[in-house]
């Protein structure tokens, strides 16, 4: 019901930054939890980070949860005027290199990795 697109990938190289968005037609995703999950070439998807939702119209902060291998080296904000969803990466490895995918849920634990809705994966390729 909700589609997801995800776009700012590409080819970096080590230590280099990229800057993931996720977008949703005709949906409001402050409504959801959102996350960001990644899947490398022949490995199982992992979870990269997620936000919370944002209730009522007094909240105006979000909480946000991260994966040991990028926490504080990547952050997943909003701006909600525009309605997108981002993941700011910064000094990429190698390892980092994997198809990124953005999901949504309606469910509030930010550790809770179970998402309703999925986007397509975009390629990110870090070189060293």
């Known amino acids: 019901q909700v589609q997801l697109v995800e776009s700012g990938g590409g080819l970096v190289q080590a230590g280099d930054s990229l800057r993931l968005s996720c977008t949703a037609s005709?949906?409001?995703?402050?409504?959801?939890?959102m996350g960001w999950f990644r899947q490398g070439l022949g490995k199982e998807r992992e979870f990269v980070a997620a936000?919370?939702?944002?209730?009522?119209?007094?909240?105006?902060?979000?909480?946000?949860y991260y994966g040991d291998s990028v926490r504080g080296r990547f952050v997943i904000f909003r701006d909600g005027a525009k309605n997108t969803v981002f993941l700011q990466m910064s000094s990429l490895k190698r390892e980092d290199t994997a198809v990124y995918f953005c999901?949504?849920?309606?469910?509030?634990?930010?550790?809770?990795?179970?998402?309703?809705?999925w986007g397509q994966g975009i390629q990110v390729t870090v070189s060293s």
């Open positions: 005709g949906r409001t995703l402050s409504n959801y939890v």
């Open positions: 999901a949504a849920k309606t469910g509030s634990a930010l550790d809770v990795y179970e998402y309703d809705y």
């Open positions: 936000i919370s939702r944002i209730q009522g119209i007094t909240q105006t902060y979000s909480r946000t």
